[in-house]
Structure formats: C-alpha cells, structure tokens
C-alpha cells in the first residue's frame, strides 16, 4: 500500500494563479481531509469529506474548493492564490467508523504565494 | 471558544531523562483526543486515540493518559530517536472535525 500520496512537493504561484493540490488514498478510506500548516498555528481544517460526492467545510475553507468524485481521490483548488495561502498543506484520510478515526496523513505540499 | 493549548512550546531532555507533555482543551462534546508525532517535512504519524476520562495507552516508552480537562503524554527514559514534535488533537460531536494543538517540540540529547 502506498497510504496518502500528495503530488506536488513544491509549488511556486503567482498572487492571482489557481492550482489543484492532487491526494490520493488505497486504503479505501471514506474520510479524507486537507489541512494547512503554518508556523505557531498548528493544524487548520479545511475541508473534509466522508464519502464520494460528500464534502463540508472546516475551519478556514475560504479560497479554497474540493469535491470527491471517488473514494481513492480528494483534490483541493486554490481559485485564486493569495500570499496568505503560503504554507504547507497535508492531506489525510481515516476509515472514520466503528471507533478507527485516527487519520493517516501524507506527505505534504509546500506551497509558496509570491 | 473552542481551544486546544499545548505545553511547553519545546522541551529539551538528557537521554534517559522522563517527562510529560501537556495538552489542554476547553471543548464541549469531545468524543476523542489523539496524539501524533512529526518529524521535520514529514506529515503526522498516528500514536494514540483516548476516548474517556481515565483511560490509559503505552507503546514502547510513550504513555497518553487523560481527564476531563486535559492529557499528558509521558516520556519514560527518552532515547534521540524520540526527538520530534508531539501534537494532541480533539475531536467533538461526530468525529468530522479535528483541532489540533501547535505542537511540543521534543529534543532529546545522548
């Protein structure tokens, strides 16, 4: 299994371009989740999601969109980036039932607004 | 508010020397509180979940207990591979929504 995978790495964008973040679990988890990162800050929630076709906003959802076409894939859309979206951006994904919600996160996107 | 507090920030240790990390919440609802451990440009790794007041987890040299109020996690006789940063998170109601502490930075010297 190759658990959460989060392409790309790095990203540099412009103020103003838009990107997709991809992540992808063969875990056969229903809850997937995207965070972000900064210094001091710890964790926030963006955006979750406990099946395909289902999706809810978390802590700071705003310039941010997802949906879930299929259970393997949680992509995350910047529409129009901001200098404040730099940071780094992890997605997670847990069973979510039958008291198994520890998630399992993948390796991180680092990106940088300019 | 909804708050997950963290203490120390960073908390350095000779080999062998035991400690605690704290992690306090101010949360109604809680239905859980897992801890995870980060390596430097890695994502968090998954330690413990602990559901209800009193109740204990170990693995190897880490234990996570917790009360109504908060959780330690002790660190028996630490080795350097145990440097890391140690995160608690809470989750209320239903287990869709996370919050998470910033973070104890653990440095272990040999």
């Known amino acids: 299994n190759a658990g959460v995978t989060q392409t790309p790495k790095f990203q540099v964008l412009k103020t103003g371009q838009s990107m997709t973040l991809q992540c992808a679990q063969d875990m056969n988890h229903e809850y997937m989740s995207w965070y972000r990162q900064d210094p001091g800050m710890g964790l926030r929630l963006i955006h979750y999601s406990v099946g395909a076709g289902i999706t809810d906003q978390g802590e700071v959802p705003n310039g941010y969109n997802v949906s879930r076409s299929t259970t393997e894939d949680f992509p995350l859309r910047l529409l129009s980036a901001a200098p404040s979206q730099t940071s780094v951006y992890f997605c997670a994904s847990s069973l979510g039932t039958g008291l198994s919600y520890e998630q399992y996160f993948g390796p991180g996107t680092r990106l940088t607004v300019t | 508010e909804d708050q997950v ?74 080795k350097p591979e145990d440097s890391a940063t140690y995160l608690c998170a809470v989750s209320i109601y239903n287990f869709n929504k996370f919050y998470f502490g910033s973070g104890t930075k653990l440095n272990v010297k040999p």
């Open chain 2, 5 to 78: 507090t963290q203490s120390p920030e960073a908390l350095r240790l000779q080999e062998g020397e035991s400690s605690s990390l704290n992690c306090s919440y101010t949360v109604s609802g809680l239905r859980g509180l897992f801890w995870y451990r980060q390596d430097p440009g890695k994502g968090p790794e998954f330690l413990f979940t602990l559901y209800s007041a009193g109740e204990e987890k170990e693995k190897e040299r880490l234990k996570a207990t917790l009360t109504k109020k908060e959780s330690f996690l002790h660190i028996t006789a630490p």
